[in-house]
C-alpha cells in the first residue's frame, strides 16, 4: 500500500470505509427491524393472536430482508464505487497537476504555471507554488544580469591592463636605453648635464601616467568620493576653473565662466570635482591660442565649449576608451596619456549622471555637456 500512488490509494482506503459503513448499516437492519416491528405491536391491546401475527410478520420482514440482502449489497457497493472514484478523482487530479508542474518548475520551464481554480487549500497551494516560482525565476534573471555585468567588468579589467602595461613599457625601455647609453658614455650622451634632466622629465611624465593608471584600474576608484554632499555647484566649478583659467592665459587662450544664479546639489564632491577638470584639462589643452574656452550653467546643466577643429564623429565615442589618442595628437607631450576622458566617463557612470561630447557649429569646436 505504501508504494501506490496518491490516486489508488485514495481510492481504496474511500472504497473500504464505504464498504465498512455498508456492511454496518445492512448487519444493523437485519438485526433491529425485526425486533422494532415487534416492540410497536407490542404495545397495542390485541392480545395474544397480534402477537402471533406480529411474530410471524417480523420472520417474513427477516427472511425478506435477508434475500433482498445481496441486491441491497451489490447496488450500494457499486454506488460506493462510482462515489470513491469520483472522490478520488476530484482530490488527485489537482494535486497531479500541481506535482507535473512543480516538475516542470524544477528543471526551471519558464512557462509551468499551477492552474488550480479551487478556492480551498489545495487552490492556496497552487497559488503560493506560482508565487515562489516567480519570484525565483526573478531572482535568477537579476543574478543572471549581476554576473553579466561582473563578467563584463572583469573583461574589461584586463582589457584595460593589457593596454596599461603596453604603454608602460614603452617610456620605461626609453629611460632605461638613455639611462644606459649615459652611464657607458656612448656618442651624444656623454653630455649628462643635458640629457639628466630630460631622464627626469621622463621619469616624471611615467609618474604621472603610473598614477593614472592606478586610479583608474581601481574598480572603486570613485569609492574614496563617493559620500554624497550638499554644495553650491556654482561657487563649486568657478572655484574649479581657477587653475584652467590660468594656464589659459598662459597659452593666449581666453577662459569666460558663466556660472549663473546659486543652485544647490546633492553629489560626491569629489568625483564630480574630478569629472569636471579632466573635462577642463583636455578643453584648455586641445584649444589653440586666440580661441576661446567657456564654460556655463543653465538648470540643471553644465556646458563646457572650446574652439578647435571638431574631432570626426566616428571617433567620437573612443575617446572615451583607455589610452585612445587621435590621430592628429599621438604623441604624449602633447595628446596626454588618453586616460582623461575614460576616468570622466567610468565616474559619471558611477555616479549615474549623463553626458554629451558633441560638436559645436557656431562658434566651431566641441561642447561637453553634463546633466545633474
Known sequence: MKRLKIFPKTFLYTFAV????????????????????????????????????VQVSSSLVKAAIIKALPVSLLCC??????????????????????????G????????????????????????????????????????????????????????????????????????????ENI???????????????????????????????LD???TDFAGSGTEEETFDVSE???????????IAKAKGIDFYVEAGESRQITLPKQAFGKIISNVLSNAVAYTEPGKKVTVSIRGKELRILNEC???PADIIKSLFEPFYRPDFSRSREGGGNGLGLFIVDKLAKALGLHYEFLPSREPQGMVFTLFF
Open 18 to 53: 464505504m464498504l465498512f459503513i455498508i456492511a454496518i448499516a445492512h448487519f444493523l437492519i437485519c438485526q433491529f427491524a425485526p425486533q422494532m416491528i415487534f416492540s410497536f405491536n407490542a404495545a397495542s391491546p390485541a392480545g395474544e393472536e397480534i402477537e402471533n401475527y
Open 309 to 311: 577643429v571638431p574631432v
Open 77 to 102: 457497493v457499486l454506488i460506493s464505487f462510482l462515489c470513491s472514484l469520483l472522490f478520488s478523482r476530484a482530490i488527485t487530479v489537482p494535486l497531479k497537476h500541481i506535482s507535473e508542474t512543480t
Open 183 to 213: 652611464i657607458l658614455g656612448i656618442g651624444k650622451y656623454r653630455d649628462r648635464d643635458v640629457f639628466l634632466p630630460q631622464c627626469m622629465e621622463m621619469a616624471d611624465r611615467l609618474s604621472v601616467m603610473i598614477k593614472e593608471v
Open 104 to 179: 516542470r518548475m524544477a528543471r526551471l520551464d519558464r512557462s509551468a504555471r499551477c492552474h488550480v481554480s479551487a478556492r480551498d487549500e489545495i487552490g492556496i497551494l497552487a497559488s503560493n507554488i506560482n508565487g515562489l516560482y516567480a519570484d525565483l525565476l526573478s531572482s535568477i534573471e537579476s543574478l543572471e544580469e549581476e554576473k553579466q555585468k561582473v563578467s563584463a567588468a572583469e573583461r574589461s579589467q584586463v582589457d584595460f591592463l593589457r593596454a596599461a602595461s603596453h604603454e608602460l613599457k614603452t617610456p620605461v625601455t626609453a629611460l632605461k636605453a638613455m639611462l
Open 216 to 218: 583608474a584600474s581601481r
Open 236 to 246: 563649486f566649478i568657478s572655484g574649479l576653473c581657477d587653475p584652467y583659467s590660468l
